[in-house]
DNA sequence: TAATAAATTTAGGTAAACCTAACATATAAG
DNA sequence: CTTATATGTTAGGTTTACCTAAATTTATTA
């Protein structure tokens, strides 16, 4: 799998909004990052620098930035993840905002082994044949502090 | 619900670790904090005058430290956070040690809303009447990727 | 009780990630 | 094609949380 020990979370934060402009413009420009991130425009010089040591963007000063084929590896990963994340904490029934913010501080900072069980059990309550009745059962709980239904087993 | 918005992380981190320890020896001191934590006393020391000022510790120079009443409601309501945590990395199958180290990343870095929902989305699992072969039949998709009963709805 | 050892604090320094203000380059408009 | 505006960069400063080395205080023990 891919080492991501080395990087710190701010930088594979910056590198998860350089993904998400290119996807939707070819490039990503510093005034952009900086208003994604709400942070101001050195910083983000700033980083673009030290991603570029790390060999995970191309960057020219005064031109756009790109990801390397590295970048993008992680960056994909990155993002992978994080749609898990916000799709579990939606189904616990957080509001959309906050389970993309808690996603977005969550998956710099817990272990690969964790963000795999993690996705294996959202797949098995999404795909399980049971779902539906399963997550009503859930919401039912979660309103009133009551099983709906009493048989065991 | 309690305000922790203002508490940085390593705050909220330091305050975790008096507690525990002053649950074992009636207070806490530098060394044995500077050890849990894997830092340099000066550091602890630095760190002490900082959660005093926050009012979360009585601390008197060259004498170990206590929590305060607010100190204490925090640190519990914190470590309950924990402990939801670790029991449901746990229950996902992840390994102990590192269901302790995420969990201790991520209690302190999400909303109170997402603390919430898990909790009640864990005792809803635990308590269920279908607990156990409910979990039964996510460890056989872990391992092999399929669900083990058909029957749908 | 004086001397040594252990614990704690202070002083001063570093690195990461941010900032503002000033400067440089690129782009667009006359 | 030159100037005005956008965008981007550099220089230098701040804050947080850490560090080492050198005091200082407390505890121990000869």
Known sequence: MLKMEELSKTEETYLERIYDLTKEKGYANVVDIAMALNVKPPSVTEMLQKLEKHNLVNYERYRGVTLTKKGEVLAKS???????????????????TIADEDACEIEHSIHHETIEKLTKFLKFIQESPKHPKWLEHFRYYEKTGRYRCRETE
């Open 78 to 96: 990155l993002e992978q993840f994080h749609g898990t994340l916000r799709r579990f904490f939606e189904i616990l029934g957080v509001d959309k």
